[in-house]
């Protein structure tokens, strides 16, 4: 149908929301999230403030225990352990990608894209089974007589760090490698040419122009890492635990809902804290620009 | 332009790191195709055993029939929403833009164990769905930020004049969305699918915290029998869905090329 001039004269008229159909074409994908979503999500943080009425005791409990305080701390090393590993892991990686020829980066770049799209639980069991007590590296390391014993690596912090640094590496190295890749190169060489050495012209021109994609990684990493469950219950210990298995068992095993809501809260609160700073430092428009 | 030899410590490390993404993927076939009773390694002998006793379980099967339904379910909510939403994002001119972007990539961001509880709390408090469309529901809520993410860059490379052009000779908004967009955009379609398939497929907690007994998806059944089962079935399992999502990359690779190339 064509508009015609009166309904055109109409629509200029109107404000700006009713003139096109952009909030009607977002209404079914906010319902969704509101309804299923959000919603529930208050539902969960109302939960962490009543029994039966208003009370701050979930709080309280969670403050005044030192073991949960202990639980969170860990949380925290081990997502600050884990997007330093993935740093130290995917900078070089990503910046042999970046400067490789593009055949050749995108056959490798096949070794990082499977696993980003491969079940992290069928990651973290391959793990699981490299670092049993009976699992492949012992049974290498014993066989040629490297070690007397079996190392323990499962059900250690070691062990946890390994499987979330290797599931979280492609998270990083991608986000590195899209900023990367826009480095001009020339830069490099004009300040070698005028007389920095290689690895002066690396620190000081390619190193400060890839901080975006240090940032954007980092913060990715990080805020995964805090939240991350699969892993660290399948290859963690009850003693070091993560706060999103304490939050599992608080509902699977103690049914204690109130509890379980109140920390989720707090794992929340701090997520969305690192979420507005990634908004800030990094912005969310680029993640609907970039190519995947 | 943007090539430069690297040094050879880059190039040492970049090679292990390489290895280190590789390993865990590679160790689970020679493993899933023990034909031993118990893991080992190096493989007592090759056989096809676990992988037809996996395939010749009801359990598995039906775990597997289940999540198909599940994800196939998840993908087309996901989708059709995230059709409008990228057109609306991308096209639109809309205020607290920022906001929106925000509240969309919410899901993806939100650790998925407090998703998780969060909509079991909701779902056992209305019961309004059966477990299957309840994970349904949850996992197109967590495939959303993917979706429109790929829908919108995908949308981003469809020139709008075309659009234009269409409705100057005359066609409603509509029917230029169904004619010209929504064509231009159908490789982007397949690949936002695709991933958002896999995310569901792939899904662990919403499925565990809303699924029953009687309905455990292939990630539930993996989750449960993973601590105690010490016989290669699971090692299988991990070789045949690796090999689903290889498939899966590369059916999706293949539509992005031909959107690129469009």
Not at chain 1, 10 to 32: D, F, G, I, M
Request: proline share 5%.
């Amino acid at each position: 149908m064509m508009t015609s001039s009166l309904g055109t004269a109409a629509v200029v008229r109107s404000p700006r929301w009713k003139a096109n159909p952009s909030w009607l074409l977002l209404t079914p994908a906010l319902v969704l999230l509101g309804v299923f979503f959000i919603y529930p999500l208050c539902g969960m943080l109302l939960r962490s403030l009543v029994d039966p009425g208003l009370t701050w005791k979930h709080y309280a409990r969670f403050m005044s225990d030192p073991s949960y305080l202990h639980v969170l701390r860990g949380t925290f090393e081990i997502a600050a352990s884990v997007t330093a590993a993935t740093i130290v892991l995917g900078y070089p990686l990503a910046y042999f990608l970046s400067q490789a020829r593009p055949r050749l980066a995108g056959l490798m770049m096949i070794l990082v894209i499977v696993p980003y799209f491969t079940s992290v639980l069928v990651r973290t069991y391959a793990w699981m089974i490299l670092l049993g007590t009976e699992g492949v590296f012992n049974q290498l390391l014993l066989g040629s007589g490297l070690i007397g014993q079996p190392m323990k690596l499962m059900y250690t912090r070691t062990g946890v760090l390994i499987g979330m640094t290797y599931i979280l590496l492609p998270y990083m190295v991608l986000a590195l490698y899209s900023v990367m890749r826009g480095v001009d190169t020339n830069l490099l060489n004009a300040a070698e040419s005028l007389g920095a050495s290689r690895v002066r012209a690396f620190w000081r021109v390619f190193f400060p122009l890839s901080r975006p994609g240090l940032a954007a990684g980092g913060l990715l990493v990080f805020i995964l890492s805090l939240g991350f469950f699969v892993t660290p219950a399948l290859m963690g210990s009850e003693q070091d635990s993560m706060i999103s298995m304490l939050i599992d068992s608080q509902v699977e095993t103690y049914f204690d809902w109130g509890f379980a809501s109140a920390l989720a809260t707090i794992l929340l609160v701090c997520t969305l804290i690192l979420f507005a700073i990634y908004e800030r430092v990094v912005g969310l428009q680029r993640l609907f620009e970039a190519k995947p | 332009m943007n090539q430069r030899q690297v040094g050879w410590f880059v190039r040492v490390v970049a090679a292990l790191v390489l290895l280190f993404l590789a390993l865990p993927i590679l160790i689970i076939f020679p493993l899933a195709l023990n034909s031993s009773e118990y893991l080992r390694f190096p493989p007592q002998g090759i056989s096809l055993r676990w992988v037809s006793t996996v395939l010749g379980s009801e359990d598995w099967l039906a775990s597997a029939w289940l999540s198909l339904k599940v994800a196939t379910l998840a993908t087309l909510i996901a989708i059709a929403l995230s059709v409008l939403t990228a057109h609306a994002l991308v096209r639109g001119t809309i205020r607290f833009k920022q906001g929106v972007y925000a509240l969309i990539l919410l899901p993806m961001i939100v650790p998925h164990i407090i998703s998780a509880i969060a909509m079991f709390f909701f779902f056992s408090t209305v019961r309004i769905f059966g477990s299957v469309g309840a994970i349904s529901i949850g996992h197109a809520v967590l495939a959303l930020p993917i979706a429109v993410i790929i829908l919108s860059a995908t949308m981003q490379g469809v020139d709008q004049r075309l659009e234009d052009a269409a409705m100057s000779l005359g066609a409603s908004r509509q029917t230029a969305f169904r004619r010209i967009t929504l064509p231009l955009i159908a490789p982007g379609i397949a690949s936002a699918s695709i991933f958002a398939f896999l995310s569901s497929f792939d899904e662990l907690l919403v499925a565990v915290f809303m699924g029953s007994q009687g309905s455990q998806t292939l990630p539930v059944r993996i989750w449960s029998n993973v601590t105690f089962q010490l016989d290669p079935s699971i090692a299988a399992v991990s070789a045949l869905l690796v090999i689903v999502s290889v498939l899966a990359l590369v059916t999706a690779t293949f539509f992005t090329r031909r959107s690129r190339t469009a």
